[in-house]
């Protein structure tokens, strides 16, 4: 079993597609717009927390689908890169047109106990591969079912490989609120960034 550690992030990072009703904004003044997007980020901190634990999951790096994996990262670049390519993914796949897109930070303290996956990712491919999640979900599972509050382990999205971790007891988190927003462009197969 990997080492269990104490992780406390103060200002973790979690990035999220920002819920914004498209049609109306591109009708919008841009002083329309800015207080629109204002609004709906209010409480866009709290609403995403509670919904990753509380409504169904989906399979990811570290969850099969069976229980909730929040993830966050030390950095927000880091968050940012993580985003940018699981969202990319879907909306090539998906062949979705140009459009603006944000992408919106959050901030959430973090004081869990998790399993430090560092090592063990660096040592086994099977941790690291690009698409299939199959070992990783297996770990985490066997981390969650032996009492751990997450797993924590290098980026694979950022090229710098700041820390993540994947937090499975929304006890653990605390103070989400909203931080900043990134603009950003897709032009139809990749983002380019307008901030």
């Known amino acids: 079993m990997p080492p269990r550690v104490r992780l406390r992030w103060k ?27 204002a609004a709906l980020q209010r409480n866009i901190a709290a609403d995403r927390l509670a919904q990753s634990f509380s409504e169904a999951v989906y399979p990811s790096r570290y969850t099969d689908g069976t229980f909730p994996a929040f993830y966050v990262a030390e950095e927000a670049a880091t968050a940012i890169a993580e985003k940018m390519h699981h ?12 459009h603006p897109h944000t992408v919106v930070l959050v901030h959430v303290d973090v004081d869990a106990m998790v399993d430090d996956l560092r090592a063990m990712v660096a040592a086994r491919p099977a941790l690291r591969h690009a698409t299939d999640y199959t070992a990783c979900q297996q770990q985490a599972r066997s981390s969650r079912t032996a009492g751990a509050h997450g797993v924590l382990y290098a980026s694979i ?8 971790a994947a937090i499975f007891d929304a006890s653990t988190l605390r103070e989400a609120q909203p931080h900043t927003a990134v603009r950003l462009e897709w032009d139809g197969t990749a983002f380019i960034d307008v901030s």
Do not use: Y
């Not at 009703?21 to 009708?27: C, E, I, K, Q, T």
């Not at 969202?87 to 140009?98: G, V």
């Open 11 to 37: 200002r973790a990072f979690h990035a999220m597609t920002a819920p914004r009703p498209n049609v109306v904004l591109a009708l919008a003044s841009p002083d329309e717009r800015a207080a629109l997007e």
């Open 87 to 98: 969202t990319a993914n879907w909306l090539a796949k998906h062949r979705i047109a140009a």
């Open 157 to 164: 999205r950022d090229p710098q490989g700041h820390d993540c």
